[in-house]
T-cell receptor
């Protein structure tokens, strides 16, 4: 069975602070895919990043960066110099093998105060 | 263009009503999904259509009836719903991908209130 855990339920920061969201996953499959989605108050889930289990290269894209470590089954996400518009719920999700059923973590609510 | 559209944005219905939710995408995706999301919870998968055929039904009650008329459209027919069915209903689509792992792109959702 697959499982995704986001231990942080809510994070509150002041604008321009960095914020790191933790994600730990469990799967017995050797081929899997990890995702981060952002859900602003409007409700739409916005796709941010996708990584497969064979690609541990970490990446920086603008103010976003990701740290994928298979050894610890973690896929953490950092927002650098946070802005008020970053306020949202962030979901980490796992997809395994040839299936198309996403397993979501519980989500982390990020509140960026001006 | 990674746009999935959903109508209506908001829906209020009584327990005896029949209504339908509509989802549309023009990205050439051949897999489409319905999710239900309760407040402060992650989305829960309801149905998956792959090449217009129902491939996954997550034991959803029969008062929810999905329909995929063509590769661009996905409907969710609602009948005799209960107040606990009030939620945000999200549609998503993806390439089918023989190897799996395709990104699912979500629509803005329909906020449903059952009175």
């Amino acid at each position: 069975a697959q499982k995704v855990t986001q231990a942080q339920t809510e994070i509150s920061v002041v604008e321009k602070e960095d914020v790191t969201l933790d994600c730990v996953y469990e799967t017995r499959d050797t081929t899997y895919y990890l995702f981060w989605y952002k859900q602003p108050p409007s409700g739409e889930l916005v796709f941010l990043i996708r990584r497969n289990s064979f690609d541990e290269q970490n990446e920086i894209s603008g103010r976003y960066s990701w740290n994928f470590q298979k050894s610890t089954s973690s896929f953490n996400f950092t927002i650098t110099a946070s802005q008020v518009v970053d306020s949202a719920v962030y979901f980490c999700a796992l997809l395994t093998g040839a299936g198309n059923k996403l397993t979501f973590g519980g989500g982390t609510r990020v509140l960026v105060k001006p | 263009d990674t746009e999935v559209t959903q109508t209506p944005k908001h829906l209020v219905m009584g327990m005896t009503n029949k209504k339908s939710l509509k989802c549309e995408q023009h990205m050439g995706h051949r897999a489409m999904y319905w999710y239900k999301q309760k407040a402060k919870k992650p989305p829960e998968l309801m149905f998956v259509y792959s090449y217009e055929k129902l491939s996954i039904n997550e034991s959803v009650p029969s008062r929810f009836s999905p329909e995929c008329p063509n590769s661009s459209l996905l409907n969710l027919h609602l009948h005799a719903l209960q107040p606990e069915d009030s939620a945000l209903y999200l549609c998503a689509s993806s390439l089918p991908g023989l190897a799996g792992g395709e990104t699912q792109y979500f629509g803005p959702g329909t906020r449903l209130l059952v009175l």
